[in-house]
C-alpha cells in the first residue's frame, strides 16, 4: 500500500525558509514523478514543483528562484526547500504522487508565513 506522509511545516517569518519533507513507503519510489501541491484557504489547489524520476524540475511561476524540489531515491524522500518565504505562500502543502492510475496523496502540513 502506497503511503506518502510529509513534515516540516511550521510558522516562519517573511524572508524565511523552511524545508518539507515527504517520505514514501509501498512503492518502488525511483520509478515516479513526485509532486508538491498546496492549498490555501479559500483557494484552489496549486501544483507548487514536480521532480520526474530522472531529477528534471518545474515550478508553477510563483516560486521559481525560491523553491527547490529534489529527491532521494535511497532514501525513497522527496523534498521542497522553501526560500525567501511571503505570506502568500502560507498553505496546506501536500505530497503527491501518480502511480498505476491513482493518485496518492499525504495528509499535508500547514506552513504559515507572518508579514
Known amino acids: 500500500q502506497v503511503q506518502l506522509m510529509e513534515s516540516g511545516g511550521g510558522l516562519v517569518q517573511a524572508g524565511g525558509s523552511l524545508r518539507l519533507s515527504c517520505a514514501a513507503s509501498g512503492v518502488l519510489f525511483r520509478l515516479y514523478t513526485m509532486n508538491w501541491y498546496r492549498q490555501a484557504p479559500g483557494k484552489q489547489r496549486e501544483l507548487v514543483a514536480v521532480i520526474t524520476s530522472g531529477g528534471s524540475t518545474n515550478y508553477a511561476d510563483s516560486v521559481k528562484g525560491r523553491f527547490t524540489i529534489s529527491r532521494d531515491n535511497a532514501q525513497n524522500m522527496v523534498y521542497l526547500q522553501m526560500n525567501s518565504l511571503k505570506p502568500e505562500d502560507t498553505a496546506v502543502y501536500s505530497c503527491?504522487?501518480?502511480?498505476?492510475?491513482?493518485?496518492?496523496w499525504g495528509q499535508g502540513t500547514q506552513v504559515t508565513v507572518s508579514s
Open positions: 503527491n504522487a501518480f502511480i498505476n492510475w491513482q493518485q496518492y
